[in-house]
Nanobody, 126 residues
Framework: QVQLVESGGGLVQAGGSLRLSCAAS????????MGWFRQAPGKEREFVAA????????AYADSVKGRFTTSRDNAKNTVYLQMNSLKPEDTAVYYC???????????????????WGQGTQVTVSS
């Protein structure tokens, strides 16, 4: 069983930065692709970013490319999402997720992820 706990959310002004962390329990973290998703009120959950097990391959949604960076520290069982130049439209609950290794569908599809954190709120004021 894997547990994921996000932290680092909060209220920030437009143009500011936040760094989200996702701490994982369990032995599968270091061999797993990790994803970040977000869900704004009244909207569907959407892909934000993903990183492979070694950290040398990442993917981003077009809406965050150039502003957000995901990284990981396998020694600490933690994945990060550095968010810069935040915009009001980035306001959402942010979730980290651990990809099911036997599900080979795209990193950007939420149904490919087996474990999810509880989410952390990010609010960007204008």
């Amino acid at each position: 069983q894997v547990q994921l706990v996000e932290s680092g959310g909060g209220l920030v002004q437009a143009g500011g930065s936040l760094r989200l962390s996702c701490a994982a329990s369990g032995r599968t973290f270091s061999s797993s692709t990790m994803g970040w998703f977000r869900q704004a009120p009244g909207k569907e959950r959407e892909f934000v970013a993903a990183i492979n097990w070694s950290g040398d391959n990442t993917a981003y949604a077009d809406s965050v490319k150039g502003r957000f960076t995901t990284s990981r520290d396998n020694a600490k069982n933690t994945v990060y999402l550095q968010m810069n130049s935040l915009k009001p439209e980035d306001t959402a609950v942010y979730y980290c997720a651990l990809k099911d290794p036997v599900n080979v569908i795209s990193w950007s599809l939420s149904r490919g992820y087996k474990y999810w954190g509880q989410g952390t709120q990010v609010t960007v004021s204008s």
